[in-house]
């Protein structure tokens, strides 16, 4: 913020002399400096005008480099998620023998419900379940997010972890 004021106040104060310096000028035929009053007025200009040119090119890099790192966290938290469901599936499976874990994820809040949902209260919000089931410890489940992994349904091995599949 400071940086931008220190860059900005310089052509402001070079716009407003020019025009005041011009004014008087006209006014009073005996002062003399109108070359220089117009090259403040058009350096003052030019300098806004390429500041916002720079500012715009610099957003414009910027933008597409925020939304990469926003999509690869909101990936790596849908890998954590996925970590979790499948900790708390083995650990239901140990408890009940085996049988299969049937799970539910609310997109629009991220609740968890399900047996598994003792130990999983909540994922990523926008997360949905594409197969939430898992039967044993070598099955897979397919996990989605919109905004995550452009869209794909990512598929998890029973420990968590991306597969290969």
């Given amino acids: ?7 900005i106040i310089p052509m402001v104060l070079a716009i407003v ?7 008087r000028i006209r006014k009073n035929p005996k002062l003399t ?20 040119f720079t500012a715009g090119l610099l957003a ?19 890998m954590n998620d996925a970590r979790q469901i499948a900790a ?8 009940n023998g085996e049988k299969p874990v049937i ?9 968890v419900s ?17 197969d939430g089931t898992i039967e044993n410890t070598h099955d ?3 996990l989605q997010n919109p905004r995550a992994y452009r869209g794909q349904e990512m598929v998890f091995d029973a420990d968590g972890h991306l597969s290969t599949k």
Avoid: C, N
Wanted: net charge positive; no cysteine; glycine share 12%.
């Fill in 1 to 7: 913020m400071m940086g931008g004021a220190i860059l």
């Fill in 17 to 23: 002399f020019g025009h005041l310096s011009l004014s």
């Fill in 33 to 52: 400096g109108s070359g220089i009053a117009i090259t403040g007025l058009v350096l003052g200009y030019v300098s806004i005008i390429f500041g916002i």
């Fill in 60 to 78: 414009a890099m910027a933008i597409p480099a925020f939304q990469k790192v926003r999509e690869s966290s909101l990936q790596k938290m849908m």
């Fill in 88 to 95: 708390a599936a083995q650990q239901v499976m140990l408890e």
């Fill in 103 to 111: 799970f539910h994820i609310d997109p629009v809040s991220g609740v």
């Fill in 114 to 130: 399900g047996p598994i949902a003792i130990y999983v209260k909540q994922v990523t919000r926008g997360t949905i379940e594409i």
């Fill in 140 to 142: 897979t489940f397919s």
